[in-house]
């Protein structure tokens, strides 16, 4: 992976100010897959890309359109070092590698953790603006290839900024811990263009989104490793202001307006055109969601933490209604 050109280098710089004191729940989150549950948040996002039993007619059990299989984001060198050939990932590879095992040989690629695990990763979910899901949504097959392409080169750039710039390995010399970078880390994008089930209404927002899982480092020496977390929770408003960027650069080279400054303080970027109603009727889950921080302030006096919000998130949930692709694009 490449980094952007100095365009995009420029316009991050002026927009990373926004980040650092923004919630980036629209933007950018991360979280960590524990060991326990790598391998089944592996086949979680691997199934959302299997063809449903009755066809593509119809949608997922989950109300959801059934997703383009996922990518690698790593070297073909990495990737052959793994047994693993081209971009496009099968299932059981991915799964192996949440596991921590070698997806050929199924040995441990590194050693135990020090709370006993090998396997898991760090889940970051990169959210287009409001109106390229919009413009996704309701435009022809040019733009909404428009919308995917720009959107995943903009994951490129990111990834490729935190593995440049993120301490994301942890190493011991003369008996002391430091943090640094690593040479590459081993990723799984999976794309993804609605948003889950809201309390509200009878269809899903549409959201472009990725879950890009990194799944391991591979340090200097060439060891692969466990990725430090901490340090890519610190820098996710950072690298959330550089896809940020990099989207608008990618949208602009592809013709589209982009309008700088919107939303609260300022601090958004969106197509310009899109009328603010239509980007609003599209945006019941994050009401929703607001919702349910208000009645959580209001029954404890405070507003709920990041781990609360992410229960309050779930606890919200609920089944979609549209059954095939015809209910949906209707909706």
Same mark, same amino acid.
């Given at each position: 992976m490449h980094g952007p050109p100095g365009a995009v280098r420029a316009l991050c710089n002026s927009l990373s100010v926004f980040a650092?004191?923004?919630?980036?729940?629209?933007?950018?989150?991360?979280?960590?897959?524990?060991?326990?549950?790598?391998?089944?948040?592996?086949?979680?996002?691997?199934?959302?890309?299997?063809?449903?039993?009755?066809?593509?007619?119809?949608?997922? !059990?989950?109300?959801? !359109?059934?997703?383009?299989?996922?990518?690698?984001?790593?070297? !073909?060198?990495?990737?052959?070092?793994?047994?693993?050939?081209?971009?496009?990932?099968?299932?059981?590879?991915?799964?192996?590698?949440?596991?921590?095992?070698?997806?050929?040989?199924?040995?441990?690629?590194?050693?135990?953790g020090a709370g006993g695990g090998r396997g898991g990763g760090i889940d970051l979910t990169f959210s287009a603006p409001k109106s390229v899901s919009t413009v996704w949504a309701l435009g022809d097959e040019d733009q909404r290839r428009d919308m995917e392409g720009a959107h995943a080169a903009a994951v490129s750039e990111a990834m490729a900024h935190l593995t440049e710039t993120v301490p994301t390995v942890r190493r011991?010399?003369?008996?002391?811990?430091?943090?640094?970078?690593?040479?590459?880390?081993?990723?799984?994008?999976?794309?993804?263009?609605?948003?889950?089930?809201v309390m509200e209404g009878d269809a899903p927002d549409p959201q472009l989104h990725s879950h890009v899982v990194i799944t391991s480092a591979i340090r200097d020496d060439g060891r692969i490793v466990a990725v430090a977390s901490r340090p890519v929770f610190r820098s996710a408003r950072e690298v959330g202001a550089y896809y940020r960027s990099a989207l608008a650069h990618q949208l602009a080279g592809r013709g589209y307006a982009i309008e700088a400054g919107t939303g609260r303080q300022g601090r958004y970027v969106e197509i310009a055109g899109v009328p603010r109603r239509l980007l609003d009727a599209f945006s019941a889950r994050s009401r929703e969601v607001s919702r349910a921080a208000e009645r959580f302030r209001a029954q404890w006096g405070r507003a709920p933490e990041r781990g609360e919000l992410r229960r309050l998130k779930l606890e919200n949930r609920k089944a979609k209604v549209p059954v095939t692709r015809a209910d949906l694009h209707e909706a």
């Amino acid at each position: 992976m490449h980094g952007p050109p100095g365009a995009v280098r420029a316009l991050c710089n002026s927009l990373s100010v926004f980040a650092r004191s923004r919630s980036l729940t629209d933007v950018m989150t991360a979280a960590s897959i524990g060991a326990a549950k790598g391998g089944g948040y592996a086949r979680y996002l691997e199934s959302k890309t299997v063809e449903p039993e009755r066809g593509d007619y119809y949608l997922s !059990p989950e109300g959801e !359109p059934t997703q383009a299989p996922g990518r690698w984001l790593a070297t !073909p060198d990495t990737l052959a070092r793994l047994g693993i050939e081209g971009a496009t990932i099968e299932g059981r590879d991915f799964i192996a590698l949440m596991e921590g095992r070698h997806p050929r040989t199924g040995g441990w690629l590194r050693p135990e953790g020090a709370g006993g695990g090998r396997g898991g990763g760090i889940d970051l979910t990169f959210s287009a603006p409001k109106s390229v899901s919009t413009v996704w949504a309701l435009g022809d097959e040019d733009q909404r290839r428009d919308m995917e392409g720009a959107h995943a080169a903009a994951v490129s750039e990111a990834m490729a900024h935190l593995t440049e710039t993120v301490p994301t390995v942890r190493r011991r010399y003369s008996g002391q811990v430091v943090e640094e970078p690593a040479r590459e880390v081993v990723a799984a994008e999976y794309r993804h263009t609605t948003a889950r089930g809201v309390m509200e209404g009878d269809a899903p927002d549409p959201q472009l989104h990725s879950h890009v899982v990194i799944t391991s480092a591979i340090r200097d020496d060439g060891r692969i490793v466990a990725v430090a977390s901490r340090p890519v929770f610190r820098s996710a408003r950072e690298v959330g202001a550089y896809y940020r960027s990099a989207l608008a650069h990618q949208l602009a080279g592809r013709g589209y307006a982009i309008e700088a400054g919107t939303g609260r303080q300022g601090r958004y970027v969106e197509i310009a055109g899109v009328p603010r109603r239509l980007l609003d009727a599209f945006s019941a889950r994050s009401r929703e969601v607001s919702r349910a921080a208000e009645r959580f302030r209001a029954q404890w006096g405070r507003a709920p933490e990041r781990g609360e919000l992410r229960r309050l998130k779930l606890e919200n949930r609920k089944a979609k209604v549209p059954v095939t692709r015809a209910d949906l694009h209707e909706a």
